[in-house]
């Protein structure tokens, strides 16, 4: 049997935030940018950011992932120039731990707002809400979405053992049918190919191969449901939060679900040295982890109060009322609650382009 990954038992070697920076200084705005990704979706977030300012004054730092030149990047800065960001240039390996962490020790600023290639912020002032809810006492981290999904539940009921999602979901075949359709439109986007491509392209045999290897780990790392964590696509924490925490080397995706939704997430790490995980939702409204499932943000409803969307949260609104259903269940359990999509919703790849 696989065992789980060596830890750091100590907390992470980060330097120290310089002296003389505090909370009075700006919030260091931090978005990745994948070159795989293309123009067209980069595009769509800086529409996004010019259409709904952050509210505060902020130093933007595009994360560069996968540019071979500052020239190959060329197109991606003129199209931000306006906004005058600074850009730091990373390899495309690993994940966005693997930019995230170096850009911090690199910058040293008072705290990162951290959000995804796939971000899109949704109302005016976003920053500034999410600025404010981490600047409450105990506070170690705010976001735009939390969840109490648990991989650990999820494979045991997909073996068909006991399980806190038992007599919740729909039946096996139908769960993996579901289950395959999102994998295969998460493989279109990584691929930046045409859904219907995307589906004669990678089978269920191989997908399903491809997950056979993590079980393991499925069972010993991850929490039974609730597993409650914050998620990171679109995140805010400060530099000294982020020095205490004990995290992997992040070698592949598994590591990655591991340190969001783990026994040693991040929102796991926090709570036992007494700091908090607050979700924030558009009208600037803080919800601690047990009222997650009522904060209306993610896989919930309309997801109305959505402060900022991703991948994610498009996956929900593109999808049908049974993949709604799915996903609200695998999120929120029995205080799952849905809402029949309205007609004519755009699919995940039009969203993320900025195609309402």
Same mark, same amino acid.
């Given at each position: ?44 977030? !800086? ?30 800065? +003129?199209?931000? /120039? ?22 911090? /020790? ?17 109302? +005016? ?61 998460? /493989? ?37 449901? &609730? ?6 696509? !679109?995140?805010?924490?400060?530099? #000294? ?41 558009? #009208? ?37 009322? !049974? ?7 695998? /999120? ?8 029949? &999509? ?15």
């Amino acid at each position: 049997m696989s065992r789980p990954r060596a830890w750091r038992r100590t907390p992470l070697q980060l330097p120290d935030t310089p002296p003389g920076v505090g909370g009075a200084d700006p919030p260091c705005l931090v978005h990745l940018v994948r070159e795989r990704n293309g123009l067209r979706w980069f595009r769509a977030f !800086a529409e996004a950011l010019r259409a709904h300012p952050p509210g505060v004054a902020c130093e933007l730092v595009l994360a560069m992932k996968g540019f071979s030149s500052r020239a190959q990047a060329a197109p991606y800065l +003129d199209e931000v /120039a306006d906004l005058a960001p600074e850009a730091l240039f990373f390899p495309d390996r690993g994940f966005e731990w693997g930019v995230y962490l170096p850009l911090a /020790a690199r910058l040293r600023r008072d705290r990162y707002c951290f959000v995804n290639s796939h971000a899109r912020p949704l109302v +005016d002032d976003w920053l500034a809400k999410l600025d404010a809810a981490l600047a409450r006492p105990d506070v170690g981290q705010v976001g735009a979405t939390g969840s109490w999904a648990s991989v650990h539940s999820w494979v045991m009921g997909l073996a068909g053992l006991p399980n806190a999602y038992r007599g919740l979901l729909p039946a096996r075949r139908v769960v993996r049918e579901l289950s395959m359709e999102i994998q295969r439109e998460a /493989a279109s986007l990584r691929i930046g190919s045409d859904l219907n491509r995307s589906r004669s392209t990678v089978s269920a045999t191989r997908l399903r191969l491809r997950s056979v290897p993590r079980v393991p780990r499925e069972f010993l790392e991850f929490e039974p449901f &609730p597993a409650r964590h914050l998620r990171t696509n !679109a995140f805010m924490i400060s530099h #000294a939060a982020l020095r205490e925490l004990c995290l992997p080397a992040v070698r592949n995706k598994m590591d990655i679900y591991v340190l969001e939704s783990g026994r040693q997430s991040l929102t796991a790490q926090l709570e036992r040295i007494g700091l908090r995980s607050l979700v924030v939702d558009c #009208a600037g409204a803080v919800h601690g982890p047990e009222q997650w499932d009522r904060s209306r943000t993610m896989w919930q409803g309309e997801q109305e109060r959505l402060l900022v969307a991703d991948n994610q949260t498009f996956c929900y609104t593109a999808g049908t009322f !049974a993949r709604r259903s799915l996903l609200s269940t695998l /999120a929120w359990g029995v205080g799952a609650d849905p809402c029949p &999509p309205r007609d004519g919703q755009p699919n995940v790849s039009a969203l993320l382009a900025g195609v309402q």
